[in-house]
């Protein structure tokens, strides 16, 4: 059973940082991506990683955020710095199969809460 658990979340002080992490089971992905989802708003893509560790950021967390994973115990990471109460969010966890096509699995979320 392939599964994406995130963990990590939690209450922070705007300004500071929060790491959440992501274990998969059951397959290795050779990407994986976190998202969040504001109430009232559309998913956001956030960041991605190959298995070769090759990134991608989107805008407004790039130079704040960071993704990594360590393959050896098929984990990824997002390091979250400099926290704005605007990121405020669920934030989830993607698995992607095929490079190409959009992501087939996804974790249950972890809520991050960014106070003033």
């Known amino acids: 059973q392939v599964r994406l658990v995130e963990s990590g979340g939690g209450v922070v002080q705007a300004g500071g940082s929060l790491r959440l992490s992501c274990k998969a089971s059951?397959?290795?992905?050779?990407?994986m991506g976190w998202f969040r989802q504001a109430p009232g708003k559309e998913r956001e893509f956030l960041a991605d990683?190959?298995?070769?560790?090759?990134?991608s950021y989107a805008d407004s967390v790039k130079g704040r955020f960071i993704i990594s994973r360590d393959n050896t115990i098929n984990t990824v990471y997002l390091q979250m710095n400099g926290l704005k109460f605007e990121d405020t969010a669920l934030y989830y966890c993607?698995?992607?199969?095929?490079?190409?096509?959009?992501?087939?699995?996804w974790g249950q979320g972890t809520q991050v809460t960014v106070s003033t």
């Open positions: 993607a698995g992607k199969i095929l490079l190409t096509a959009a992501y087939d699995y």
């Open positions: 059951g397959r290795t992905f050779p990407k």
């Open positions: 990683i190959t298995v070769s560790a090759t990134t």
